[in-house]
């Protein structure tokens, strides 16, 4: 399969930062806006200043405002938005092509991971799904980074990983892809918990604790969901996990700061906070969790503070008075 050229869709941080990997890996790109004066303006500045301040696109990157045929597709806009943008978009420029999911978060409503959303509305395409410890702002600016792609086909994931793949990042193949998007997913929850650890000053040996009981808890909830706990040990399960919170870059992590400061979900928004997918996905894995009979008592305590229906202190008794028992 030809893999020379790249669509990227969603012109925010993380689309921009792949955009710029993959002209790395040697691909012509192009980076699909939603409006036709931001592609003017990023050609113009060869930068993406309102996204992604300060990188200097390379020039194999063009942006544009329309959906451009490639060998490859990437989708980077936030998970809520997956399925709007993928009824937008003409299904035969996606069938029989690599469609690589980058968003991490579960769809309201629905408690669709991102390939399911795909599935749902471009049978056609093969799905793959690329996570892991990955600042758009590291990638963009060619710091060492290394993530997870999972596919179905072995063969054509190395193929595709190694299409990506250049001095700066580097993709690891994968076939779990419930495990991979699960864990991309559940991360951004857990961030959203140690930052509240941090924003209410309750320690770093609590913040580690919680890190472990979340590793633990995400166990459960792939094996659940069918995949493997074995993907938790790789870039998109420990690494991203360990990278989310510990990571006051992290806009998940930030935001669990304000929450785990006093602050309530709508005053932390309105005050302008950036994308915090794990806001949106926390009540999504929380019912996801009770479907599928798994205990998951962070992402409850994660969904109450979020929906302000506990405050920290009240949660974290909570969680400290729960029955003793070993543990594995
Ligand atoms: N930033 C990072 O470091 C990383 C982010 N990710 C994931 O990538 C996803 C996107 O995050 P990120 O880029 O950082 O978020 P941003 O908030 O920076 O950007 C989101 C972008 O999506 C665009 N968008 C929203 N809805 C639509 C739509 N319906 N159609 C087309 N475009 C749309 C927005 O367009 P507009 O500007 O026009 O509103 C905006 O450019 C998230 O799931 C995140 O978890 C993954 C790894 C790293
Ligand atoms: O997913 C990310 C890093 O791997 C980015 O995390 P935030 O969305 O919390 O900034």
């Given amino acids: 399969m030809r893999l020379e ?3 990227v869709i969603g012109g925010g941080a993380w689309g921009t930062a792949l955009a710029q990997a993959a002209a790395m890996a040697g691909r012509g790109v192009t980076l699909v806006v939603r409006q036709a004066g931001t592609a003017e303006a990023i050609n113009a500045a060869r930068s993406n200043e309102t996204a992604l301040p300060g990188q200097t696109l390379l ?5 544009s405002s329309d959906f451009a045929e490639a060998d490859i597709v990437i989708l980077a806009v936030p998970a809520q938005a997956t399925r709007t943008l993928l009824s937008g978009l003409d299904a035969t420029l996606l069938a029989g092509r690599p469609v690589v999911l980058s968003a991490k978060g579960l769809e309201t409503g629905t408690l669709a991971r991102q390939s399911e959303i795909l599935a749902d509305m471009v049978p056609e395409a093969l799905p793959y799904v690329l996570s892991g410890p990955s600042f758009a702002a590291d990638v963009a600016a060619g710091r060492p980074t290394a993530v997870t792609l999972a596919g ?4 054509a994931t190395s193929a595709l990983a190694t299409a990506l793949a250049g001095p700066s990042f580097r993709p690891y193949a994968a076939d779990d892809r419930i495990g991979v998007e699960i864990a991309g997913a559940l991360k951004n929850v857990y961030a959203l918990a140690c930052g509240a650890v941090e924003g209410a000053d309750l320690g770093a040996s609590a913040r580690a604790a919680l890190i472990a009981r979340a590793y633990a808890e995400m166990a459960r909830m792939v094996t659940a969901m069918g995949g493997s706990a ?9 690494g991203d996990l360990t990278l989310t919170c510990t990571s006051v870059q992290s806009r998940n992590y930030q935001f669990g700061m304000a929450l785990g400061a006093g ?21 999504v894995a929380a019912a996801l969790a009770r479907s599928l009979g798994v205990e998951a008592p962070l992402i409850d305590a994660v969904d109450a503070v979020v929906a302000g229906q506990a ?7 909570g969680l400290m008075s729960r029955p003793l028992k070993r543990e594995h």
């Fill in 59 to 63: 020039p194999a990157i063009t942006a």
């Fill in 5 to 7: 050229t790249v669509s």
């Fill in 263 to 283: 602050g309530s979900r709508q005053d932390i928004l309105a005050s302008g906070a950036k994308l915090a997918e794990g806001v949106a996905t926390a009540p």
């Fill in 152 to 155: 179905d086909d072995a063969d």
């Fill in 311 to 317: 405050d920290i202190a009240t949660i974290v008794a």
């Fill in 230 to 238: 074995h993907t938790l040990t790789g870039l998109a399960g420990l």
